[in-house]
């Protein structure tokens, strides 16, 4: 189901307090940014944010699974878990696990090398 715009402006309103929240149309969702770096992500009217072994095992114990999509006939499991519901009445609650998920999200990007843009001679010449 793709993301419900209403619903998106709500979580973008929800996170404000973190600055510079905006969200993107991606794949039927809507990805959730803080000044250019994905933490979350919005599906079928449910807010999933990034987490890593740690912070997962908090989302387990909340009762709450990993974003799954339907990836070339399996399941593909990925590093976004859906926010506990109670929190979305209680902003202070919900920023500070966004506040989590955006901390995660900033190391993995800086631990990530970023894409060579070195051309080698073969792929020149293949031009």
Same mark, same amino acid.
């Given at each position: 189901?793709?993301?419900?715009?209403?619903f998106?402006?709500?979580?973008?309103?929800?996170?404000?307090?973190?600055?510079?929240?905006?969200?993107?149309?991606m794949f039927?969702?809507?990805?959730?940014?803080?000044?250019g770096?994905m933490?979350? @992500?919005?599906?079928?009217? =449910?807010?999933?944010?990034?987490?890593?072994?740690e /912070?997962?095992?908090?989302? #387990?114990a909340r009762?709450?699974?990993?974003?799954?999509?339907?990836g070339?006939?399996?399941?593909v499991?990925?590093?976004?878990?859906?926010?506990?519901?109670?929190?979305?009445d209680d902003?202070e609650?919900?920023?500070?696990w966004?506040?989590?998920? @955006?901390t995660?999200?900033k =190391?993995q990007?800086?631990?990530?090398p970023?894409? /060579?843009?070195?051309?080698? #001679?073969?792929?020149a010449?293949?031009?």
């Amino acid at each position: 189901m793709p993301a419900n715009p209403d619903f998106t402006e709500f979580v973008q309103d929800l996170f404000a307090p973190l600055g510079g929240i905006s969200a993107r149309r991606m794949f039927g969702g809507a990805g959730l940014y803080c000044r250019g770096v994905m933490f979350g @992500l919005v599906y079928d009217d =449910a807010i999933y944010l990034k987490a890593d072994a740690e /912070s997962s095992q908090d989302f #387990l114990a909340r009762g709450c699974g990993p974003f799954t999509y339907e990836g070339k006939g399996k399941p593909v499991r990925t590093s976004y878990w859906q926010m506990p519901a109670g929190l979305v009445d209680d902003q202070e609650e919900a920023v500070a696990w966004a506040k989590r998920a @955006l901390t995660i999200a900033k =190391a993995q990007k800086a631990a990530t090398p970023p894409p /060579s843009r070195r051309i080698t #001679l073969g792929a020149a010449r293949r031009r």
